[in-house]
């Protein structure tokens, strides 16, 4: 009878507040607070001269993290992200200047996160590369800087499909949308103009074809360039040859508010050769541009290829990069513009000839990657963009 006595004293004395930690735990298992199924909470924890917090899983192979540095100043040149103590395969590139203190949020591409199981953990190293603020210490160190644990959820890219069809002059700012990390790049170039003279006359180049498929990053930011018809009176933009029927200009994307160029560009798909009096303008895109063609006594314009532009009739009007042939002083059709642009048609003695097309490219970065000859517009450049996880 003492025993029973006791035991009923004690669970009067401590049975609330047995009762009330067990409500308290049920609380917190179910906001997850404290973790079941083998999940760790998001963490980091930084080596000895650094800080690292926060990090963020903000789309599949992606963290975000705030890291500082104490007691002195670093320009941090690239980030990366490994599996293991090793350092990382794939660095991106950035740039700040770091002093003691301060704290700059950056985004660490984790290759391996994005094949890990949803509901599982994955553990990593966080890398810079940096060199001092001040000056010394000669070239770029690689450090570790923190071991980061974040649980693995999978993302789903939303994103509806967007197409640009209307140029303007100026690019188009397209920011990556949440949880994207690809996206199908699919470009048509604009066609050079046609020379109507009732039955006479040729039809202008239509402009290449080309797509492929570029890894991106959430939040950054390209330019997308949709190229305009030539016509009588003005040359396609960007970069058709003017003449008496110019050419086409180039659909393109580029990573800056800046005119395509060689080193500005991601992808590009050329612009069609204006045409000729009896000849057709040559079509753009593919790795070389198609020659213009013209009658008797006319020397029409040669594509453009991936190491220079189109040479123009007789040696004048030749293309550039991404710029077509001017055919105006010799009365003829204006080259497309491309990666590098086709070349002029020239009178010499006889009928007006058409203008070459230029040629398409796109950077090592781009995969499936379908360059076509002609197959693009007849009229204005087209720009699509699919997005994808």
């Not at 303008?281 to 013209?294: D, K, L, P």
């Not at 055919?327 to 080259?335: A, K, L, M, R, V």
């Not at 070459?356 to 693009?376: E, P």
């Amino acid at each position: 009878m003492p025993k029973a006595q006791s035991a009923m004293e004690y669970l009067l004395t401590y049975g609330w507040a047995i009762l009330i930690i067990a409500i308290v735990f049920t609380a917190l298992y179910s906001y997850g607070i404290i973790l079941h199924g083998g999940v760790l909470p998001s963490g980091c924890t930084p080596v000895s001269g650094y800080t690292c917090s926060q990090p963020v899983l903000i789309s599949s192979g992606v963290i975000t993290a705030g890291i500082g540095i104490v007691g002195q100043t670093i320009i941090i040149h690239s980030v990366g992200c490994s599996a293991n103590s090793t350092t990382p395969i794939t660095w991106t590139q950035t740039y700040v200047t770091l002093s003691s203190g301060q704290i700059s949020t950056q985004a660490f591409q984790c290759p391996t996160l994005s094949s890990g199981t949803s509901g599982s953990t994955f553990k990593g190293t966080f890398w810079i590369n940096y060199t001092f603020g001040n000056n010394y210490g000669g070239g770029s160190i690689v450090q570790n800087i923190g071991q980061v644990t974040v649980p693995i959820v999978t993302f789903t890219c939303s994103a509806q499909p967007v197409t640009y069809n209307s140029p303007f002059g100026n690019p188009y700012s397209v920011s990556v949308p949440p949880n994207c990390g690809n996206v199908t790049l699919i470009l048509s170039g604009a066609s050079g103009a046609s020379f109507n003279a009732g039955n006479l006359g040729g039809s202008g180049g239509s402009g290449g074809y080309i797509s492929g498929t570029y890894a991106v990053t959430p939040g950054n930011t390209f330019y997308v360039w949709a190229g305009s018809a030539g016509s009588s009176s003005t040359a396609g933009s960007p970069g058709g040859g003017p003449g008496n029927n110019a050419g086409g200009g180039c659909s393109g994307i580029s990573p800056t508010n800046s005119p395509l160029s060689l080193t500005n560009f991601i992808i590009v798909a050329a612009g069609g050769g204006g045409a000729g009096f009896s000849g057709a303008g040559g079509a753009g895109g593919g790795v070389n541009g198609a020659m213009g063609s013209g009658g008797l006594g006319s020397a029409p314009g040669a594509g453009g290829t991936q190491s220079s532009g189109g040479i123009g009739g007789l040696g004048v009007g030749n293309g550039a990069s991404f710029s077509g042939g001017n055919g105006i002083t010799e009365d003829g059709g204006g080259g497309g513009c491309g990666y590098y642009g086709g070349g002029a048609g020239n009178k010499y003695t006889g009928q007006d000839p058409a203008g070459g097309g230029g040629s398409s490219n796109a950077i090592a970065a781009i995969t499936n990657v379908t360059n076509a000859q002609g197959g693009g517009s007849s009229s204005n450049g087209i720009v699509t963009l699919l997005w994808a996880n």
